[in-house]
């Protein structure tokens, strides 16, 4: 039996769920939520929340630092957009979203991934021209999160109004084209270490891995230059490209080549 990273990659983001809930059921080992919390006593600070808060406030909060360095190492290490695929509950949703959309068959629609990295540029923007990190109050993250730690379920509605958008107009618009926290997380994973990387000896160019993949662009330069891993930034190292291969022609590899 072939190995499969989805069972694995659906326990984290469920465990993630969890983990942001278990307050609600008396527990202490997490406090907080994705932009900044503590876990085992640990601080983690969200580096793009971080930047915002820096943004807006012009002070360096030197007391956030070492907890962002710390999530953005991990993330380095991890692939960057690791943080969409196996972290994020909004791309949990997208993806359940996503199932529906081709079982309808509408949605038809794709838009561009640089438009995740205008989103990043405009939210710091913002920031510093408002002096507040807006992004932090709207962010269907923010939402979702405080959703599920407060029971606040009205503003979930704009995450409703959001998956219906990806279902009748446009796939996964969200996590592909909106998102500032996947258009700074893209920078990271630019320059990661962890990438997926194509035997091409062994592939039979069936496009099994481009019809699973929610950013399928990044597939194109290995597929049509034989390059030996995916270098974009916007991969999500989901591994939805890995578990379909026919052939067993995509894997993992630590190193840039």
């Known amino acids: 039996m072939n190995f499969k990273w989805w069972p694995i990659r659906r326990f984290v983001q469920l465990g993630i769920v969890t983990l942001i809930a278990s307050p609600l059921f008396g527990l202490t080992i997490f406090h907080g939520n994705l932009s900044a919390g503590e876990l085992f006593g640990i601080n983690l600070s969200d580096p793009f929340a971080f930047l915002q808060a820096t943004a807006a406030s012009k ?38 979203a996503d199932r529906l959309r081709s079982r309808f068959g509408t949605g038809g ?10 989103s990043f540029s405009a939210t710091i923007i913002i920031c510093v021209l408002t002096g507040v990190p807006l992004f932090e109050i709207l962010s269907p993250i923010g939402i979702t999160t405080r959703a599920v730690m407060f029971k606040a379920w009205q503003p979930l509605l704009l995450i409703l109004s959001l998956v219906t958008i990806e279902i009748s107009i446009a796939r996964r618009v969200w996590c592909r084209s909106l998102c500032p926290v996947g258009g700074f997380y893209s920078f990271l994973g630019r320059i990661s270490p962890l ?21 399928e662009e990044v597939l194109e330069p290995p597929l049509t230059t034989h390059k030996p891993q995916v270098t974009s930034g916007d991969c999500t190292r989901c591994g939805d490209c890995i578990d379909i291969c026919p052939t067993q022609a995509l894997g993992v590899d630590i190193w840039y080549k």
């Open 59 to 96: 002070v360096f909060i030197a007391s956030f630092l070492a907890s962002a360095v710390l999530v953005t190492g991990i993330y380095f290490m991890l692939g960057g957009r690791t943080f969409c695929s196996w972290v994020c509950p909004v791309y949990l949703l997208t993806e359940w």
């Open 195 to 215: 990438r997926v990387a194509f035997a091409h000896h062994l592939c039979t160019q069936c496009g099994e891995c481009t019809k699973v993949c929610p950013v």
């Open 109 to 118: 629609r794709t838009f561009s991934l640089s438009g995740v990295r205008w």
